[in-house]
């Protein structure tokens, strides 16, 4: 549903309906190809940069909604959710490198 609300404003702003009236209200994402062997976490930072600070680690299969429809640079503005149904926004806000978060299929 959360990503339905997106493509709708998208197919109308492209029609020249105005999609201004469609609020983002955010895509849900998971934290993927970490290295097991390695650091295995995800860095959530407080810009959109690695010589940010990090405000916490995000470990395997930690879900994130988006803040924004799109990437800054291959960066993404992130609320770190306390799991899969937590649609709430009230968990710790930052910036993660996006390809380490995979879009969580929701129309299943």
Request: proline share 5%; net charge neutral.
């Amino acid at each position: 549903m959360k990503r339905i609300s997106y493509l709708l404003a998208s197919s109308l702003a492209g029609v020249g309906i105005g999609a201004a009236a469609f609020a983002y209200s955010g895509e849900q994402y998971v934290t993927c190809h970490l290295n097991p062997n390695g650091d295995n976490f995800l860095a959530l930072r407080t810009c959109p940069n690695s010589s940010c600070d990090m405000m916490q680690k995000l470990g395997p299969a930690t879900f994130v909604v988006t803040m924004e429809p799109h990437g800054t640079k291959g960066w993404r503005e992130v609320t770190v959710q306390k799991n899969s149904q937590d649609w709430s926004y009230s968990g710790p806000t930052g910036w993660v490198f996006e390809k380490y978060i995979c879009l969580v299929d929701l129309t299943e």
